[in-house]
């Protein structure tokens, strides 16, 4: 929260969560420890609900567990599921105060609804093949194999070359790639959340639309030199479509924006999108930069699913 702003004044709006998720962080973060798990957990309850496909990647990333295991899937997993669904709820509690009785109402009746749908969820993901293999494999999460299955099909990397890994958090495309580019190659990772290390990937935390961020990114990425600009970014969703689409489209279309700042001529890009309103035009646009585009749906991404993956090869100079 800015300034000297109380946030016994701060009301929740169904749709945007932000004033919430920072008032709700503020508060919750001096009643008890472990703030990389009551983050996670402030997030899902000040957008309205945990979204447990985000929190999958977030727990993984943060090390949610005593033990410090940090790879999704793992068979400790549903404890720190369970135990970031309690921590939920203690923030929702801490903060139970600020929002007064209307909303603390409101958002008790929501959390009753989604905990039938959590479970649900539960049950695909840990009944998942990817996920299964992702654990088996040591992949810090499923969706290595959609970048495996694009890879392979398209033969996007060579030994030696240069990838920037836009919102990378839990790792496991700076993983594959990582691999796959052998010691001369080299991975650049960026995400606003933290990620543990991976040997041979270089890491900058924040937003890359800072500034200073940006600025880190350049410092190790001198010149136009990279070969491969790669997203996997999307929103926390709401489940609303009309939110959920323009945000994800604004992510998509930052992406492309930083592949059009770092790189090489005749480099690429992989980003995701979600098909809906704007997902032509961007591809419209996309196609004025890049000589040749595809649109992909692998495998692994899961078929309700409205993601798809657009390739981009060999940048133009515009």
Request: charged share 25%.
């Amino acid at each position: 929260m800015a300034g000297n702003h109380d946030a016994r004044h701060v009301v929740p709006r169904p749709i945007e969560h932000r004033a919430v998720t920072d008032a709700l962080y503020q508060r919750a973060r001096g009643s008890f420890g472990q703030a990389g798990e009551q983050r996670v957990a402030c997030l899902g309850v000040g957008r309205g609900g945990l979204d447990l496909d985000q929190l999958m990647v977030s727990q993984g990333t943060l090390g949610l567990s005593h033990d410090g295991v940090g790879q999704a899937g793992r068979s400790e997993a549903n404890h720190r599921l369970e135990r970031m669904g309690q921590r939920a709820k203690m923030a929702t509690l801490a903060f139970g105060e600020c929002l007064g009785s209307g909303h603390w109402g409101i958002l008790q009746t929501d959390m009753a609804k989604r905990s039938q749908s959590s479970s649900r969820w539960l049950n695909e993901h840990f009944s998942d093949p990817f996920v299964k293999r992702a654990q088996a494999e040591g992949w810090r999460s499923r969706a290595a194999f959609k970048l495996e299955e694009i890879d392979l099909r398209e033969k996007m990397f060579r030994s030696g070359a240069i990838c920037l890994d836009l919102g990378a958090a839990p790792g496991a495309w700076s993983q594959y790639t990582r691999r796959r580019l052998g010691r001369s190659g080299q991975v650049l990772a960026t995400d606003i959340l933290p990620m543990t290390a991976l040997a041979g990937v270089e890491f900058v935390q924040g937003d890359f639309r800072d500034p200073a961020v940006f600025d880190g990114i350049l410092e190790r990425l001198p010149g136009r030199q990279v070969d491969w600009v790669l997203s996997d970014m999307a929103p926390a969703l709401s489940g609303i479509d009309a939110v959920d689409q323009p945000r994800a489209m604004d992510l998509a279309e930052l992406a492309l924006d930083m592949a059009g700042r770092v790189l090489k001529p005749g480099g690429g890009a992989l980003i995701k999108l979600f098909q809906g309103a704007g997902f032509e035009a961007l591809v419209r646009t996309t196609r004025r930069q890049f000589g040749k585009i595809k649109l992909i749906k692998p495998t692994a991404s899961r078929a309700r699913s409205a993601e798809m993956y657009m390739l981009a090869k060999d940048y133009r100079l515009v």
